[in-house]
């Protein structure tokens, strides 16, 4: 099976070479978005068939089944998040003939005369909030941003301020190199409420450093009742986060956060985690909401809820877990840590007391898990802190 991909803009005067318009010639059948056949029937052969890229894709590649040639008209560069790296990964066998054209952000870089070779870009299209969140706390001063339905121009501006990151303009391209195309520069603040039409794209462009400090100060988040007490202090909250190795790791569970300093400095100093957050009092929601804002961590994940009745299946499993608070229900939650933490990953706890120490290494030991690191620390007046880490290397026992 051959593929002849040709990238396209928005234009509805196509202006082809005369090598793609005898490709065109050609062939027989053809494919692409449905906004694509519109630009492009003009140009089509009496008598073509036309197979419409729509999701689930598995339906679209059993249409291109017992096909020996297909012309596919993608946006842009195909290989830029574009079709061409699906049709790569589902068929890699297949041949493949690229014809692109510039990509949305490069015209929008072309209106705007901005130098792109530093920009920073993530596609929003289809996915989730994740590495723009990673962008936005790794503060590149560049971001292109390519978007869909739910991830507009209005709602990436009402997130950026949900979280204070007013520190950016935006320029936006809407149907570039379409005769009604449109590029405006806006403040998040003037973005919201405003209508875009779709296909549309966003760069970022820094206009300050928002400050991203590292290590927190306990006094600055908003506590739980008040109480000092409740939440790690800043030397033990780095230092677990040491333990826990969170450079190398992917997915960080916190387990009784209550503030949320851990997962909220953890997402600040390691962006690329994906960090979920357990606390069994109702509060915890609104203090992580509240933290998380005021520092700028947007996309910790939390659950309300006693840990050991939670429905884990959903939740991507960790391969770092950090024990907050135990509620005296240590045994069960290291046996649904073993069930579920990815082999090599490791759980760090914080033990105020040689009871609670001896509670977390016997229940670690009984699941096949090893101590591999502990530290004790003392801060100002408060008693000793036992910084523990364990680790099981084996398969699920």
Not at 72 to 97: M, Y
Not at 159 to 188: C, F, K, Q, W
Not at 337 to 361: A, D, H, M, Q, T
Request: hydrophobic content about 40%.
């Amino acid at each position: 099976m051959n593929f002849t991909i040709i990238g396209i803009d928005d234009n509805g005067q196509q202006e082809f070479s005369r090598e793609i318009r005898g490709h065109i010639a050609s062939r027989t059948v053809f494919s692409g978005g449905k906004r694509h056949h519109g630009i492009v029937r003009p140009f089509l052969p009496e008598g073509y068939r036309w197979i419409d890229i729509t999701v689930p894709l598995d339906n679209v590649f059993r249409q291109y089944e017992g096909e020996d040639e297909i012309v596919v008209f993608a946006s842009g560069d195909p290989l830029f998040f574009g079709f061409a790296n699906t049709i790569r990964k589902r068929l890699p066998e297949a041949g493949i003939r690229l014809y692109p054209y510039f990509n949305s952000l490069q015209i929008l870089a072309h209106r705007l005369v901005l130098p792109y070779h530093d920009m920073h870009v993530v596609s929003l299209t289809g996915r989730p909030w994740h590495e723009f969140d990673r962008a936005l706390i790794e503060g590149h001063e560049k971001i292109g941003l390519l978007t869909d339905e739910q991830h507009s121009p209005d709602a990436i501006a009402r997130r950026m301020l949900a979280y204070g990151y007013d520190n950016y303009r935006m320029h936006t391209g809407e149907i570039l190199g379409n005769e009604h195309e449109r590029v405006r520069t806006l403040s998040p603040d003037e973005a919201i409420g405003q209508r875009f039409v779709a296909p549309n794209c966003v760069i970022l462009q820094r206009t300050h450093a928002h400050p991203r400090p590292f290590g927190i100060p306990e006094n600055e988040f908003e506590l739980l009742d008040g109480r000092t007490r409740m939440i790690t202090k800043m030397p033990v909250r780095l230092l677990t986060l040491g333990m826990l190795d969170l450079r190398e790791r992917h997915t960080l569970w916190d387990i009784g956060f209550c503030t949320g300093s851990v997962s909220i400095e953890a997402k600040l100093q390691f962006p690329h985690l994906q960090v979920v957050a357990f606390e069994q009092r109702p509060e915890g929601e609104h203090l992580m909401k509240t933290n998380a804002a005021r520092f700028g961590t947007p996309g910790i994940e939390v659950h309300i809820g006693d840990f050991t009745a939670t429905d884990l299946s959903g939740i991507t499993p960790p391969d770092a877990v950090f024990i907050g608070g135990h509620g005296g229900k240590m045994e069960e939650i290291i046996c649904r840590l073993n069930e579920v933490i990815v082999p090599g990953g490791v759980i760090v706890f914080n033990s105020v007391s040689p009871e609670s120490k001896e509670l977390f290494i016997r229940g670690a030991a009984r699941h096949g898990f090893s101590v591999t690191g502990e530290h004790r620390l003392a801060v100002d007046t408060h008693n000793p802190i036992d910084i523990i880490q364990v680790q099981k290397t084996s398969a699920h026992e």
